[in-house]
């Protein structure tokens, strides 16, 4: 089943967007200006259509205030970010935390879905779906909700919006851990990281497609999404061997990518639109620094340089 069964919309591409940029992130509280995010949007409504934003939070409410204000034809997924509930002892960087923390973050959460559903309401032309949380349930994950907690909370934005509610998450719990989950949402969304499982680029789309097949063979009544996919360009080697990122491998990829995903008019978000130094460790080649289409300076990777030639010569002119 397609999404377009379910909701009314229109073919187009789909990133995932973030707009930390240096000395910048929701750990700190310091978040892009109005101005930074116009930039950004910019930048994206020249290729994409839909938008995925995972938090109700200041940088959230901005692009949504952006699009309205500046009439920019986007339509976003919007995605309520929900903490630790439980202590993950499989968590390999730490997913252990005092009894009070994980109380505070229990009604931070309620606080976030309310949120969800406040936007969702203020903004129903452009929101057009619904996630309660992001890979929370996940064996390896430091932001552990059980499965009972996530169906209460797609319960508690169905009562109170509108649009169509997930839940994002990697492939492979879907596949047991999260069938009573699969019954709750109106659609399934989905992750795959070939790269981060060892997998060669000649591999990757291949097992991109086994990886969504596995899911919509699964629940063949429930539209599955692909909420991300994508290549990083850089690695220290944590996770991923650097000889198995470069810009080159993040083009061939994104273009398999983008075309099977067209062909089997599957909704694809591509991870993602900017790199963000924030993330993961301190080392500047963490890949989890290093996933955006574009530099954390706005500057296209290999595989934009084409789309974005006025892009690549405004930087020029700045050096």
């Known amino acids: 089943m397609k999404l377009s069964e379910l909701i009314n919309i229109k073919s187009g591409n789909a990133i995932c967007y973030s707009g930390f940029r240096h000395g910048q992130s929701p750990d700190t509280g310091v978040f892009p200006d109005y101005d930074q995010v116009k930039e950004d949007l910019l930048i994206l409504s020249k290729n994409w259509k839909y938008l995925r934003l995972y938090d109700c939070d200041k940088q959230t409410d901005l692009v949504l205030d952006v699009i309205r204000t500046e009439k920019l034809d986007f339509q976003v997924m919007l995605g309520a970010y929900i903490g630790a509930e439980v202590n993950n002892h499989g968590c390999p960087w730490g997913g252990i935390y005092a009894e009070?923390?994980?109380?505070?973050?229990?009604?931070?959460?309620?606080?976030?879905?309310?949120?969800?559903?406040?936007?969702?309401?203020?903004?129903?032309?452009?929101?057009?779906?619904?996630?309660?949380?992001?890979?929370?349930?996940?064996?390896?994950?430091?932001?552990?909700?059980?499965?009972d907690s996530v169906i209460d909370y797609v319960r508690m934005v169905k009562k109170g919006a509108r649009q169509p509610v997930t839940f994002c998450e990697n492939y492979l719990p879907w596949h047991s851990k999260l069938k009573a989950l699969a019954e709750e949402v109106d659609f399934i969304s989905i992750h795959t990281y070939p790269v981060w499982e060892y997998k060669n680029i000649h591999e990757a789309l291949e097992y991109t497609r086994q990886n969504y097949n596995g899911v919509a063979e699964k629940y063949p009544h429930k539209p599955v999404v692909i909420t991300e996919a994508g290549w990083a360009t850089n690695s220290n080697?944590?996770?991923?061997?650097?000889?198995?990122?470069?810009?080159?491998?993040?083009?061939?990829?994104?273009?398999?990518?983008?075309?099977?995903?067209?062909?089997?008019?599957?909704?694809?978000?591509?991870?993602?639109?900017?790199?963000?130094?924030?993330?993961?460790?301190?080392?500047?080649?963490?890949?989890?620094?290093?996933?955006?289409?574009?530099?954390?300076?706005?500057?296209?990777?290999?595989?934009?340089?084409?789309?974005?030639?006025?892009?690549?010569?405004?930087?020029?002119?700045?050096?």
């Open 100 to 147: 009070e923390q994980l109380k505070e973050n229990k009604v931070r959460n309620v606080k976030q879905i309310e949120k969800l559903i406040t936007q969702a309401n203020q903004y129903p032309d452009i929101i057009f779906s619904l996630s309660v949380g992001n890979e929370a349930t996940v064996d390896w994950t430091d932001h552990y909700v059980s499965v």
């Open 237 to 319: 080697g944590r996770g991923i061997e650097p000889w198995n990122v470069s810009e080159e491998l993040q083009e061939v990829y994104y273009n398999d990518l983008v075309n099977w995903s067209e062909q089997e008019e599957v909704m694809t978000f591509v991870f993602e639109a900017f790199d963000e130094p924030w993330k993961g460790s301190p080392e500047p080649m963490e890949p989890e620094k290093h996933w955006g289409l574009f530099t954390v300076d706005r500057k296209p990777k290999k595989v934009m340089q084409e789309l974005y030639p006025e892009l690549i010569e405004m930087k020029k002119s700045r050096v």
